[in-house]
């Protein structure tokens, strides 16, 4: 189990690299000047010249992409000058609401997804089975963007019974807390329903016969 463990880590290593690499070359083939959009279009030539010196944007490539790997070994993943604060501080203020929301998430795909894939894999063939399948299906194909906008027109605009958008941590109260992520957590959790539910159902089918 420990070699399995330790192969398979090892085998994430190669695909971590090319990621990293596209990422990086994504990024640095985008159109335009990093410097000149931060800077603004009143900036004068040479402030922008001086912040590609600063910012390392002069050097070959292989340097910016070295350096980069480099930050993120020590934990320095830049600084965003649109949010006028360190990458990584921006993360961990929102790995909060992230990890609550991800939580959540899970809870109800198992919910939802546990009863139907049971229940379809014992009324196999039947009308039952075929219509819970087919919500499986429309779950996985519906976007999750287009099933929140449903979400907030149907509960938050016209039942008005859980807020449009907004954050409250758990420290202001768990229902305070929790109503902000009902709806992306069902609207996240609802494509992952659709294939537990799926692999629920074949499961069981197997187990009964």
């Not at 399995?4 to 690499?21: D, E, G, N, Q, T």
Request: no cysteine; net charge negative; charged share 15%.
């Amino acid at each position: 189990m420990k070699s399995y463990i330790l192969k398979r880590i090892l085998s994430l290593i190669p695909v971590l690299l090319i990621v990293s690499i596209v990422v990086f070359m994504i990024i640095h083939l985008t159109p335009g000047d990093p410097a000149s959009v931060i800077l603004g279009p009143e900036a004068s030539q040479e402030d922008v010249k001086q912040l590609q010196e600063d910012l390392g944007l002069n050097d070959p490539v292989y340097q910016q992409y070295f350096h980069w790997v480099e930050g993120v070994f020590q934990g320095d993943l830049g600084d965003s000058f649109f949010m006028d604060k360190p990458v990584t501080e921006a993360i961990i203020e929102h790995l909060g609401p992230t990890i609550s929301l991800a939580i959540l998430s899970q809870i109800t795909a198992i919910l939802i997804a546990l009863p139907l894939g049971i229940m379809a894999a014992r009324k196999r063939g039947t009308a039952t089975d075929q219509t819970f399948m087919g919500l499986s299906l429309l779950g996985i194909s519906i976007p999750h963007f287009l099933f929140g906008l449903f979400l907030i027109i149907i509960l938050a605009i016209n039942l008005r019974w859980l807020p449009v958008a907004g954050y409250q941590p758990l420290s202001a109260g768990f229902w305070e807390h929790i109503k902000y992520l009902i709806m992306p957590a069902i609207a996240l959790g609802t494509g992952q329903a659709a294939l537990i539910a799926r692999m629920t159902r074949s499961s069981m089918v197997e187990t009964l016969n």
